[in-house]
């Protein structure tokens, strides 16, 4: 079965960088589409990015730009490069394959907090 662990989160000042890391078991990792997602309180999870087996990516226009994702398919690892962090950029971020639902499994997630 699926498991998902990010890590990488934390707290840091608007202008600040962080790089999250996304750990996949239980998933042909190599061929699956990845996402990362965010979510505050009493908001629907969102995406942010995603990036296909072939490294071909997507943003939401409200972190175009600032954030980079990129994937290690020997390591079955997907990357969230996040740099000139905002406060709005506050959630908890999670990584899963691309199109997943609120009905599917989904990680632990990691906190990102930015504030000064």
């Known amino acids: 079965q699926a498991q998902l662990v990010e890590s990488g989160g934390g707290l840091v000042q608007p202008g600040g960088s962080l790089r999250l890391s996304c750990a996949a078991s239980g998933i042909i990792f190599s061929i699956t589409t990845m996402g990362w997602y965010r979510q505050t309180p009493g908001k629907r999870r969102e995406l942010v990015a995603r990036?296909?087996?072939?490294?071909?990516?997507i943003y939401a226009d409200s972190v175009k730009g600032r954030f980079t994702t990129s994937r290690d398919n020997a390591k079955n690892m997907s990357y969230l490069q996040m740099n000139s962090l905002k406060p709005e950029d506050t959630a908890v971020y999670y990584c899963?394959?691309?199109?997943?639902?609120?009905?599917?499994?989904w990680g632990q997630g990691t906190q990102v907090t930015v504030s000064s």
């Open positions: 899963n394959k691309f199109g997943a639902g609120e009905g599917d499994y």
């Open positions: 990036i296909t087996s072939g490294g071909s990516t």
